[in-house]
């Protein structure tokens, strides 16, 4: 796990709360995550986690406390937030992307538009992502002729092409049919071997087994606890980890 030398965390999350309306889904979070880590954010339905992972880039404004990338504030609007947003790639439950665009259209849009690049530099680099994430042969292609773990795996070039320092996934896997679920786990855990920083919601228990450096149980808009995998699942602390563990390891 690599930093920077003073230690600085690529992600900081510091005192965030937010509620909606008379729900305090997030309640007094604290977090960091360095260069190059995985945390994997798990809990049951309702406990915070999507909104945790919607704060880090503001798609869901806070309430109290403070975020911070690379030593950046987020701002609250404006370019600054639009480019520091840039740099936090997003893979969502849904694949978000433009219908009428071709795979290789979707990937390198956001590069010319947002970082300025050649038409010519980014579908190169679009069709390199494209094999990194094995669909090279779909890239004229519309998102509809792709079967749905096709289209998430584009998804993720398409947030890889922006060069993100950290990348954020929201139950990327949930929308799945099962047997797709594999191909995008392994896309990740190959995405983890590689060093990129992620913040992963899921409800996939194997990956963040074999991708984690570290899991953080959420319940109630609280982190109530947060440990390496082999410790996590073998010897959780609290009750409510214990209870969540039972519930969904027996099946």
């Known amino acids: 796990m690599t930093s920077r030398p003073n230690g600085e965390p690529l992600v900081r999350l510091s005192g965030v709360d937010k509620w909606f309306g008379e729900l305090h889904v997030l309640q007094d979070i604290d977090l960091s995550i360095d260069r190059g880590e995985v945390?994997?954010?798990?809990?049951?339905?309702?406990s915070g986690k999507s909104t945790l992972c919607r704060a880090i880039n503001r798609l869901e404004p806070i309430d109290k406390g403070e975020i911070t990338i690379d030593g950046a504030r987020l701002p609250d609007e404006g370019k600054e937030l639009a480019r520091l947003r840039a740099d936090v790639g997003m893979v969502f439950q849904s694949f978000n992307l433009f219908a009428h665009k071709t795979v290789l259209e979707n990937v390198a849009l956001g590069?010319?538009?947002?970082?300025k690049k050649s038409k010519a530099e980014a579908e190169g680099?679009?069709?390199e992502l494209l094999e990194r994430v094995g669909v090279a042969s779909q890239a004229d292609k519309y998102p509809a002729q792709l079967s749905g773990g096709q289209?998430?795996?584009?998804?993720?070039?398409?947030?890889?092409?922006?060069e993100p320092k950290v990348m954020l996934f929201d139950e990327p896997t949930s929308?799945?049919?099962?047997?797709?679920?594999?191909?995008?786990?392994?896309?990740?855990?190959?995405?983890?071997?590689?060093?990129?920083?992620?913040?992963?919601?899921t409800h996939e228990m194997g990956f963040a087994r074999r991708a984690a450096n570290r899991v953080v149980f959420m319940d109630g808009g609280r982190i109530v606890e947060t440990a390496e995998p082999e410790t996590f699942f073998t010897s959780p602390q609290s009750d409510r980890a214990k209870d969540f563990l039972s519930k969904i390891l027996t099946h």
């Open 175 to 201: 929308a799945l049919d099962p047997e797709m679920i594999n191909e995008v786990l392994d896309v990740m855990v190959g995405l983890a071997k590689d060093g990129m920083t992620m913040v992963v919601v």
């Open 125 to 127: 680099r679009a069709r």
């Open 151 to 162: 289209q998430q795996r584009v998804a993720i070039a398409r947030a890889l092409a922006m």
């Open 39 to 46: 945390v994997v954010v798990i809990g049951p339905s309702g």
């Open 111 to 115: 590069p010319v538009k947002v970082r």
